[in-house]
Nanobody
Framework: QVQLVESGGGSVQAGGSLRLACRAS???????MGWFRQASGKEREGIAG????????YIDDSEKGRVTISQDYAKKTVYLQMNSLEPQDTAIYYC???????????????????????WGQGTQVTVSS
């Protein structure tokens, strides 16, 4: 069993920043975590991922420069730092966790929602202009 709890969402003015956190717990094995968001009426999309055992990180090309992902490995917690937020960033942000067989597989699959069997409840981010 793996439980994921997101935190850090809320309302922010355009241009502001937020740091989301996701902590994993339970007995299930996890070596990778990702952040996704789903805006109203849109598909869930990958923002960033991390292969935790090696600290390898992946950022969606459109988010590079304003988004970073990091972890506290001992706490099984992953963070998503988002800067320069815009109204189009308004969405529910989800944390996901999985066990991938290798770093190379994770590199190829990190942004695919179906690759993750474990999901948090989501945290709302609202960015106003």
């Amino acid at each position: 069993q793996v439980q994921l709890v997101e935190s850090g969402g809320g309302s922010v003015q355009a241009g502001g920043s937020l740091r989301l956190a996701c902590r994993a717990s339970g007995s299930g094995y996890v070596n990778s975590m990702g952040w996704f968001r789903q805006a109203s009426g849109k598909e869930r999309e990958g923002i960033a991922g991390i292969f935790m055992k090696l600290g390898l990180t992946y950022i969606d090309d459109s988010e590079k420069g304003r988004v970073t992902i990091s972890q506290d490995y001992a706490k099984k917690t992953v963070y998503l730092q988002m800067n320069s937020l815009e109204p189009q960033d308004t969405a529910i942000y989800y944390c996901a966790a999985a066990s991938f067989v290798s770093p190379s597989v994770y590199a190829a699959r990190w942004s695919t929602p179906s690759a993750y069997p474990n999901w948090g409840q989501g945290t709302q981010v609202t960015v106003s202009s």
